[in-house]
């Protein structure tokens, strides 16, 4: 059956069904933007000790998937590609770190770096989760709070891809539909 | 209905984010001058805001705190006056003031705003709340004053 097309409130666009992107802000919508908001600057919080010349608290936190391996494979991945090579990996991750804490942030491409978020945050909890001291479960929550980001699609209230989608969505071509995907 | 039809309210909708990406920004950039005040005009070390509640956020010297008052009051016109296109100027600002960190760290110059990594993404984050809405108004035809609907 086909899906009844509705106009979207907010535009006024009868291509637009209203749950896409447009729809308006409820408590629900607005208690998941607050928390993007949240995770948002728990990334831009964290990116402060990772400073350049030396990254030496980056270093010693990336060691520890090697000192008290989790997953060997990943051990052995950061032992070999990533400690020998380890300055680039390091602006790799300051660039990356501050480029997450700032789109989850303003909630633009929400769901793109939201995954990117769960992806970093599972690459964390591989290298601590046997580290004395740490609390695992923090990792999980990461995880899991990136991907309720991505399910709600927390950016399209308070954030920019509401407003993105608004040109994205009147618009053909492939990579305009993929630019709507991360929205 | 008419793609036109829609315009009006799209344009609310992008001067209502400009003006709360700049009051945000002229919030902190106030703040960061008060924590700032009896730091150096330029270079470092700054003062970090909210560091009392054990929030590590953004550092501030008193020309990092003034460029950021700058740049928010200019989102904060760009959404008074209707013309998302200055937005372009403050998230410029914005932008510059984000690579700044970076840039002085690769070439160890020194840090002329105090920032620190938490600044990049802060900083990145203002001039993304200051562009994307001035393209998405270009985009959708808004980008003359004359074309904006006048508020209600």
């Known amino acids: 059956m086909a899906r009844p097309t509705t106009t979207n409130p907010a535009t006024g666009n009868p291509a637009e069904p209203a749950i896409s992107g447009l729809r308006r802000p409820d408590a629900n919508t607005r208690i998941l933007a607050g928390f993007r908001i949240m995770v948002g600057a728990l990334w831009l919080s964290n990116v402060g000790w990772k400073e350049p010349p030396d990254f030496g608290a980056l270093r010693a936190f990336t060691s520890n998937a090697v000192s008290n391996p989790v997953f060997p494979p990943y051990s052995a991945l950061v032992d070999n590609i990533i400690l020998p090579h380890f300055t680039m990996f390091a602006w790799g991750t300051l660039i990356l770190e501050g480029v997450v804490g700032a789109c989850l942030l303003m909630g633009l491409f929400t769901r793109l770096f939201a995954l990117v978020g769960a992806g970093m945050a599972t690459a964390i909890a591989l290298s601590v989760l046997k580290t004395p001291n740490e609390w695992p479960w923090a990792y999980y929550l990461m995880i899991g709070s990136h991907l309720a980001i991505f399910a709600a699609a927390a950016g399209r209230t308070w954030g920019l891809d509401g407003l993105l989608r608004t040109v994205l969505l009147d618009r053909p071509g492939r990579l305009v539909g993929l630019l709507a995907k991360a929205t | ?152």
């Open chain 2, 1 to 152: 209905m008419t793609k036109a039809a829609s315009v009006p309210d799209l344009a609310t909708r992008v001067a209502r984010t400009q003006l709360t990406v700049g009051v945000v920004a002229l919030a902190v950039g106030v703040i960061g001058f008060w924590v700032a005040r009896n730091a150096d005009f330029s270079g470092g070390p700054g003062a970090i805001i909210f560091e009392d509640l054990e929030l590590r956020t953004m550092s501030y010297n008193r020309l990092g705190a003034v460029l950021t008052i700058v740049f928010g009051a200019i989102g904060i016109a760009a959404s008074l006056v209707r013309r998302p296109m200055l937005g372009l100027i403050g998230g410029t600002g914005f932008a510059l003031m984000a690579v700044q960190p970076l840039l002085q760290w690769r070439t160890g110059a020194d840090n002329l705003l105090a920032a620190t990594g938490r600044n990049w993404s802060f900083n990145l984050a203002m001039a993304l709340g200051l562009l994307v809405p001035a393209v998405v108004a270009r985009l959708a035809g808004m980008g003359a004053p004359s074309t904006v609907a006048p508020t209600d």
